[in-house]
Structure formats: C-alpha cells, structure tokens
C-alpha cells in the first residue's frame, strides 16, 4: 500500500499530463467547451447575503439525470466538468456523478463551500477520482454577510491536508460586502501554511457597477498576487485590471468554451447571465457552439467572471468576434464573480 505523500504524487503527475493534454487539445481545435460548470442541486446550507445561485428547499437533480448530462458533455467533447451549486454536496450521490465525469474521460472539478466536509467524505471524493476542489473563504470570523469564514472552516482545511488526493484550492475575496480586507491575506497566508494554491476573487455590490478596490484593498490584493509560487494568482494578470476598476479587454466564448448548465439542464452563458440562451443541453450542438465562439458580449469590458476569462485565455489570440448579437440587461453587470465559489 503506498503511502499518502506517494499516492497524492503520483495523482498530481497523472493529473498533470491530463491538463497538459487538454490545453493541447483547445489550441488545436475551438469547437468543443473547455470548462463546464454543472449544478447537481441548488440548494444550500448557508445563505450569504450577496448571493443570488441559491434556494433553501430545492430537491437534488435526480443521479440518471445528472449522469446523462456528462454524457451530453463527453459528446460535446468537454474537457473539464466543474461541479458547484447551491452546494453540491448536498447531492448524496455526488460521488456517481463524478466517477462518471472520470469514466468519460473528463478533469473533474468540485467548488463547496466545506461545511458538509469530513474525513469519510474527503476519502469517498478521492476514491471517486475528484481531481480540483475549491472552497471560496470569505473572512476570518463570521459576521451576517458570510459565514465562509476561517475560524469555522479552518478544522475541514485541516482534515483536507489530512486526507486530499486531489489539489485544493482556497479562494479568498475583496470587495464591497467584504468589511476587513486584511482577512483575504490572512485567508490566503493560511491556505499556502496548508500546502494548497490560493486564488483572490473580487466581489461587487448591488449596484451594477464595477468599482474599483481601495487604496488598501489594492495593497493587499497585490501582496496575495505575489504569494509564493504554489499560487494560481498569479496568472489572474486581468484581475490587476479589475481591481483598478478598468474596463477589461478580451473576447468571451461564454456558450461555446464555457458552458453553464444549470439544474433544470439548461445551457446559459454563465452564472451571471442566467437566461441566455436557456436552449436545454439535449439540444445544444456544434453549431450552438460555433455561433456562440463568435458572439461579441457587450458585458465583456466590466466582467469579473475569472472562470470564464481563464478559459477565454486559450482563444484571445484569435478569431476576433464578429457577431454583436448580446446585450445584457442592465443589472446583470453586477456580476458577484468570487460572490460564491468563484464560480
Ligand atoms: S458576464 Fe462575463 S462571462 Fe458572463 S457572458 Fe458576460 S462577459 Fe461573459
Ligand atoms: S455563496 Fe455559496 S455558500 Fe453562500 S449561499 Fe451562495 S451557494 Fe451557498
């Protein structure tokens, strides 16, 4: 039997090359989705103030439904399923559900918020073949906009250094809603203690505007930027514009190389633009793809969706967008992107 410390390399390596293998593949070919993020159960444990993804009564998505749609996906020649919610592990199945993402031959991602996290679960995910999970960490003590908070979560990061055979992301937020902007660097200082990757996220308020973070805010989001090399901030160059509070330039493929499928099964540009296109996953095609690769999204310039503008890395060197069909509503610029799990 190998030890933990060799099972935890060995995966990382496999893990590695599959990631390898899936850039390889989206710089060869755009007609498939790079990252879908795929909702199993709306409902959630907690009740965040400034999030908008989710309900304290909704049923888990039936497992053969959920099934089918990795299906879809494998079909559509996905290459990353991020599962989230609501809080996915809420699903009692959620393990089949990613067995069968792996069986398919897809990355398998998990986005939680960490509450329903125990030993026997963390084994269960590893046994599953879960390659990502993040949890999204909003400040150091609870108070009524979060209780994301480190001092509630800290024992399950504990448990998962413990017991992760999978790589775990610890997402750390600025903001408006967000009271000490200190927290996100103590978040972050813990989740690199822990031998994790550390992620900043940027939340916005209600009022539909992107604004730019504080003297201070700016100060420390630099400072969790330039964390150690085992951090992924580091490639979140656009977030250097984002918290100036500049307009973005880049050119989204939200319903092409990013998909959002949500519990009902449909397919929508992203969290943050729910209803469109709302065409169901059993009818989405090559074409839907390739018409939505050259949609230009006027909400493009103040997004704060990194999810989506990781994945739009792979294609903005190219093939500039001619179609100008979408026009977002006026509200939907809210965007509360780190808002829940970054997702
Ligand atoms: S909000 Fe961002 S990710 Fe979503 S469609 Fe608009 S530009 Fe794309
Ligand atoms: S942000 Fe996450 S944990 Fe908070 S209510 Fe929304 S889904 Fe639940």
Redesign the pocket.
């Known amino acids: 039997m190998l030890s933990l410390k060799a099972r935890r390399k060995l995966r990382a390596a496999h893990r590695h090359l599959r990631e390898w293998r899936m850039i390889a593949k989206a710089l060869l070919s755009t007609r498939h989705p790079v990252d879908v993020h795929l909702i199993p159960v709306r409902r959630?444990?907690?009740?965040?103030t400034?999030?908008t993804?989710?309900d304290d009564f909704s049923k888990p998505v039936p497992t053969a439904e959920m099934l089918e749609r990795v299906d879809l996906l494998a079909s559509l020649g996905t290459s990353i399923i991020t599962i989230s919610?609501?809080?996915p592990l809420l699903h009692p199945e959620l393990e089949q559900i990613i067995e069968h993402v792996r069986r398919r031959g897809m990355i398998a991602g998990l986005i939680t918020?960490g509450y329903l996290l125990t030993p026997a679960r963390i084994q269960s995910l590893n046994r599953a073949g879960l390659d990502h999970l993040q949890i999204?960490i909003d400040n150091v003590m609870p108070d009524e906009v979060?209780k994301?908070s480190l001092k509630v979560l800290d024992k399950k990061l504990q448990m998962l250094a413990e017991y992760a055979e999978f790589a775990v992301n610890i997402n750390s937020v600025l903001g408006s809603p967000i009271r000490r902007p200190t927290d996100a660097l103590i978040v972050a200082r813990r989740a690199i203690e822990l031998g994790f990757t550390s992620t900043v996220g940027i939340l916005h308020d209600s009022s539909g505007q992107l604004q730019p973070l504080s003297e201070e805010q700016q100060r420390i989001f630099t400072e969790i930027m330039k964390l150690g090399k085992r951090s992924y901030s580091r490639l979140n160059q656009f977030q250097q514009r984002i918290a100036r509070g500049l307009p973005h330039e880049w050119r989204c493929r939200a319903g092409s190389r990013y998909l959002y499928v949500c519990e009902d099964g449909l397919v929508h540009y992203c969290s943050q633009q729910r209803g469109y296109p709302a065409i169901p996953l059993r009818q989405y095609t090559a074409e839907h793809l390739a018409h939505e690769y050259h949609t230009r999204k006027a909400c493009a310039s103040r997004c704060t969706v990194s999810c989506v503008q990781q994945v739009a890395m792979l294609d903005n060197w190219r093939h500039p967008q001619t179609r100008e069909a979408f026009q977002p509503r006026l509200n939907s610029l809210v965007q509360l992107e780190a808002?829940?799990?970054e997702r």
């Open positions: 959630c444990n907690l009740s965040c400034y999030c993804e989710y919610g609501g809080e918020n999204s979060s994301k808002r829940a799990h």
